[in-house]
């Protein structure tokens, strides 16, 4: 039995890349969809995998390895079903934007609160920044970028069309296996392209009416960026929507490391953080030693775990 990576996904095919180099198209074993959660895709970029080779030639992935970590993200709106987006990562990369679209802070929170739960690090990209001319534009990027550095993560700014920050993205990204994820029309597919020349993905426009991107990526992929050591980039679809699935609500708060942090100070245990006496999350807030934006992400995710939310009406 053969040994492989899978590189990409194009929803019914997995091209999977042996030790020696080789790239095998493969299916999945049908039993293999009925293992495990209730995800749409049991198979995911990332996943290391055991080939069953056939005399005819054909290949199926018959076994995955134990992962070491992965993230998902809900297949829809309306559904318990979730999508693992890529697995075994390092590093989770969200590029996201403040103009033509404009990327909501919720958004962002869903997603770095999925990385924390999955123990995936994740750094933002803040991009398209060459169009932010007006200086009310510029203190909105200085305040966003300061808030989310203040809570621990790593915020690159850049633009894929002065080529500020790109030094400062692959330093990031040397040696790593790294996921990238965002809205449609953020800009993924310019910065991978600058990144991976090879990769050639082709870069959707804006729609006029919306101002939201049009989806260019419809699969999973491994991109190798060149050179030593280099790292490895997974390019996913453009999402429009981030929904979390299968949190307890006793750990959302977890998964805000400065709402975490404050809360070892709440006067109950159990404390959900919403309403309670002595709730030391809420004096933060108050006290703006918590943002607002991300006290709201919390409280949004909390409403998403409510058991009611995706029962269907009879």
């Not at 992929?221 to 790292?231: F, S, V």
Request: aromatic share 8%; net charge negative; glycine share 8%.
């Amino acid at each position: 039995m053969q040994q492989g990576l899978v590189v990409k996904n194009t929803g019914s095919w997995y091209i999977v890349r042996c030790d020696d180099g080789a790239e095998i198209s493969c299916k999945i074993k049908g039993n293999l969809r009925l293992k495990g959660f209730r995800c749409t895709n049991p198979v995911a970029v990332g996943d290391v995998v055991n080939l069953e080779m056939k005399n005819d030639g054909t290949a199926f992935i018959r076994s995955i390895e134990p992962r070491r970590n992965y993230i998902i993200r809900r297949a829809s709106n309306l559904s318990r079903e979730f999508q693992i987006l890529a697995a075994n990562l390092d590093m989770a990369v969200l590029v996201v934007t403040l103009v033509n679209p404009v990327t909501s802070t919720v958004f962002i929170d869903r997603f770095l609160a999925t990385a924390e739960a999955y123990q995936v690090p994740a750094i933002v990209v803040f991009n398209k920044i060459d169009l932010l001319t007006e200086p009310e534009d510029r203190e909105l990027l200085d305040a966003i970028v300061y808030l989310y550095r203040s809570i621990g993560y790593t915020v690159v700014p850049m633009s894929t069309l002065t080529g500020e920050g790109v030094d400062a993205l692959q330093e990031q990204l040397r040696g790593k296996t790294a996921l990238f994820s965002g809205n449609s029309g953020v800009g993924k597919s310019s910065i991978i392209n600058m990144l991976v020349p090879d990769a050639r993905l082709r870069v959707g426009e804006i729609s006029e009416v919306h101002h939201t991107g049009m989806h260019t990526t419809t699969f999973s992929e491994m991109l190798d960026i060149p050179g030593d050591d280099a790292g490895h980039i997974i390019d996913t679809p453009g999402v429009k929507g981030f929904g979390t699935i299968d949190f307890e609500k006793s750990e959302i708060a977890h998964y805000f490391p400065e709402i975490f942090e404050v809360s070892k100070d709440c006067k109950y245990g159990n404390c959900t953080h919403t309403h309670e006496p002595g709730c030391a999350v809420l004096e933060a807030v108050e006290q703006s030693r918590i943002s607002q934006s991300r006290y709201a992400s919390y409280l949004s995710i909390m409403e998403d775990v409510e058991p009611d939310k995706y029962r269907k009406p009879y």
